[in-house]
């Protein structure tokens, strides 16, 4: 079985493009050390993971992400960012039944690299254990852990195959998974990588605590291209009452809420919202509404894509 899912991600690629075999096949089958390497390089001490590499492998995981953070300066040459979706829209990348390949407008993912949803076999779901919360030494939450979801071959089928913290899963898991974590306050980000594809594969639910790439999001303050938004914006409405519950870091893992002056109402930062929704969900007198916003780009829409 683990020669035929290997054979199947090879088979995935162009003749020109088989040079992404190698690295996609690194990534996958070692994401967690991928993560590590990451997070080291950071200054950020992690946890010992199980088993280590080897100097061979060790130096490939390097060359790797020297290759990404390489690349990572600008949206045209950025091999690895994500965008921000909205449950909703999050569902619905794991509710289809038909094989799925439609191109990407840079409107919805404005990386050059990132060009298509490709899901073949879309009932293909592996469902795996936060490699960033995995590797951090003190992770905000020990549990839940399986919140990394993989749709679609040969990229679900590979990484269940080769990566012992995943496993088989199917869309109803993948969506309770889904709609349990918007309910944890998590943000719910659709990963797209050159290496695989150049289109969507997987996506995280996790919090600014411990996601990797929210993270360097907010640590570089917006300056390197690696998370798009959703393409909706928070607005609060004049019915808040300044509670103060949607200020708190796990209601906004962008820090893009605030009290006003007089500290008896919230505002939002424009430019730090990526559009979430995890304020809408905590607000308790449903004052925070998310509204679309054409300057944030448009959302990642099956039904709008597809149409």
């Not at 162009?14 to 967690?32: G, H, I, S, V």
């Not at 893992?253 to 905590?282: L, P």
């Given at each position: 079985m683990h020669k035929e899912s290997t054979k199947a991600l090879y088979d995935f690629y162009k003749l020109e493009d088989k040079n992404d075999f190698f690295p996609a096949y690194l990534y996958l089958k070692y994401l967690q050390h991928f993560v590590d390497y990451v997070v080291k390089s950071l200054g950020i001490p992690t946890r010992d993971l199980p088993h280590e590499l080897g100097d061979g492998l060790d130096e490939m995981m390097g060359a790797y992400y020297q290759q990404i953070a390489d690349a990572g300066a600008t949206a045209d040459t950025s091999i690895y960012n994500a965008k921000v979706v909205k449950l909703h829209d999050a569902v619905k990348l794991f509710s289809q039944k038909e094989n799925i390949n439609i191109p990407i407008s840079e409107t919805v993912v404005p990386f050059k690299q990132a060009k298509h949803i490709i899901m073949n076999n879309p009932e293909s779901v592996s469902i795996g254990t936060c490699a960033c919360r995995s590797v951090s030494e003190n992770p905000c939450l020990e549990e839940p852990m399986e919140v990394c979801l993989f749709v679609g071959d040969p990229f679900a089928a590979f990484i269940r195959d080769q990566n012992q913290m995943f496993r088989a899963g199917t869309q109803e898991e993948a969506i309770k998974i889904l709609e349990d974590c918007h309910e944890k306050g998590f943000v719910h980000t659709a990963w797209f990588k050159k290496?695989?594809?150049?289109?969507?594969?997987?996506?995280?639910?996790?919090?600014?605590c411990c996601c990797l790439g929210i993270r360097m999001w907010n640590l570089l303050?917006?300056?390197?291209?690696?998370?798009?938004?959703?393409?909706?914006?928070?607005?609060?409405?004049?019915?808040?009452?300044?509670?103060?519950?949607?200020?708190?870091?796990?209601?906004?893992?962008?820090?893009?809420?605030?009290?006003?002056?007089?500290?008896?109402?919230?505002?939002?930062?424009?430019?730090?919202?990526?559009?979430?929704?995890?304020?809408?969900?905590?607000?308790?007198?449903?004052?925070?509404?998310?509204?679309?916003?054409?300057?944030?780009?448009?959302?990642?829409?099956?039904?709008?894509?597809?149409?």
């Amino acid at each position: 079985m683990h020669k035929e899912s290997t054979k199947a991600l090879y088979d995935f690629y162009k003749l020109e493009d088989k040079n992404d075999f190698f690295p996609a096949y690194l990534y996958l089958k070692y994401l967690q050390h991928f993560v590590d390497y990451v997070v080291k390089s950071l200054g950020i001490p992690t946890r010992d993971l199980p088993h280590e590499l080897g100097d061979g492998l060790d130096e490939m995981m390097g060359a790797y992400y020297q290759q990404i953070a390489d690349a990572g300066a600008t949206a045209d040459t950025s091999i690895y960012n994500a965008k921000v979706v909205k449950l909703h829209d999050a569902v619905k990348l794991f509710s289809q039944k038909e094989n799925i390949n439609i191109p990407i407008s840079e409107t919805v993912v404005p990386f050059k690299q990132a060009k298509h949803i490709i899901m073949n076999n879309p009932e293909s779901v592996s469902i795996g254990t936060c490699a960033c919360r995995s590797v951090s030494e003190n992770p905000c939450l020990e549990e839940p852990m399986e919140v990394c979801l993989f749709v679609g071959d040969p990229f679900a089928a590979f990484i269940r195959d080769q990566n012992q913290m995943f496993r088989a899963g199917t869309q109803e898991e993948a969506i309770k998974i889904l709609e349990d974590c918007h309910e944890k306050g998590f943000v719910h980000t659709a990963w797209f990588k050159k290496d695989l594809g150049s289109s969507f594969a997987m996506i995280c639910n996790c919090c600014s605590c411990c996601c990797l790439g929210i993270r360097m999001w907010n640590l570089l303050e917006g300056t390197v291209p690696i998370l798009a938004s959703s393409g909706y914006v928070a607005e609060i409405s004049e019915d808040c009452v300044g509670c103060g519950i949607c200020v708190d870091e796990h209601a906004c893992h962008f820090n893009a809420i605030s009290m006003n002056e007089e500290g008896d109402k919230a505002v939002i930062s424009y430019d730090k919202c990526m559009g979430c929704g995890v304020c809408e969900g905590v607000c308790p007198d449903g004052s925070i509404s998310m509204k679309r916003d054409a300057a944030k780009g448009e959302p990642l829409d099956l039904d709008e894509l597809l149409a």
